[in-house]
């Protein structure tokens, strides 16, 4: 039998242990938190802490979003907001009249509830009502956009006293001979920069009589400062509902 060479014997020795050694290297950069982030292991701490998506926090409060038109007649959407949630979800004004009628009773309380589902404006339209449902949303993304920059850092100023000098109001609803009427307000230092009617008598010839009188009277509501205004010739009730709107706002806001 042929005795192995000595030589060849510290060859073999020789290879296990540097073997041994790249094995050793090999598996070292694993514990390092770098390299197992960059393999695709858990993220640093800083990472996980960051925001998601960047999202705009909502201001607390009531907000009316602007009325968006449809072929049928006007949405105007109006949010509750809790704990920077939407609690509740409202359409104030939907077309009606005829068939808009069954359309809109059927559709709306669906897409109040999916509002605050959804937290957002992307929700999906409900089957048969695509216009109501799409200046729904219209109007529901104006009424977001407003609570959130009552929710921005900047909102409330520096001292935070800006919450204080400007704020949005919105009134009862003033039920009239031709139809609900109900007036927003924003009110900022302590007098009425802005009035709107975000609810007014639609259909046949009220469309016409609003349209004249409901700007005169947001008009005549920033210029008095309170509900002590003149009715519009021709526009009877619309001004009596207007006015008794305004001025529960101004009891909200108030006084």
Known sequence: MRKSHPVRRAVLATAATVSGIVLLLSLKPASDPGSAAAAGGAAPPAAAQSP?????????????GDAARTQYGAVQVRL?????????AEAVRAPAGG???????????RLNQAAVAAQSA????????????????????????KARA???????????????????????????????????????GG???????????????????????????????????D????????????SAGYKQSLQSALDKAGG
Do not use: F
């Not at 998601?52 to 009316?64: D, K, L, M, Y």
């Not at 068939?99 to 309380?109: E, K, L, M, Y």
């Not at 909102?155 to 927003?184: E, H, K, L, N």
């Open 122 to 145: 992307e929700i999906d339209a409900v089957s048969g009502a695509t216009y109501t449902s799409s200046g729904y949303k219209k109007s529901l993304q104006s009424a977001l956009d």
């Open 191 to 225: 007098r009425i920069t802005r009035a709107e009617a975000v609810r007014a008598p639609e259909g046949g010839q009220s469309d016409q009589v609003n349209a004249d009188a409901v700007p005169k009277l947001n008009q005549a509501a920033v210029a008095a400062g």
């Open 52 to 64: 998601q998506g960047g999202a705009q926090p909502i201001g607390n409060g009531t907000v009316t």
């Open 80 to 88: 509750t907001v809790s704990g920077g949630k939407i609690t509740k």
């Open 227 to 238: 509900a002590g205004i003149d009715a519009v010739s021709g526009a009877t009730y619309t």
């Open 150 to 188: 009552a929710g921005s850092p900047g909102s409330s100023g520096s001292d935070g006293a800006g919450s204080a000098q400007a704020r949005t109001v919105t009134g009862d609803v003033a039920q009239t001979q031709y139809g609900p009427v109900q007036v927003r307000i924003t009110v900022s």
């Open 99 to 109: 068939q808009s009628d069954r359309i809109t009773s059927n559709a709306v309380p």
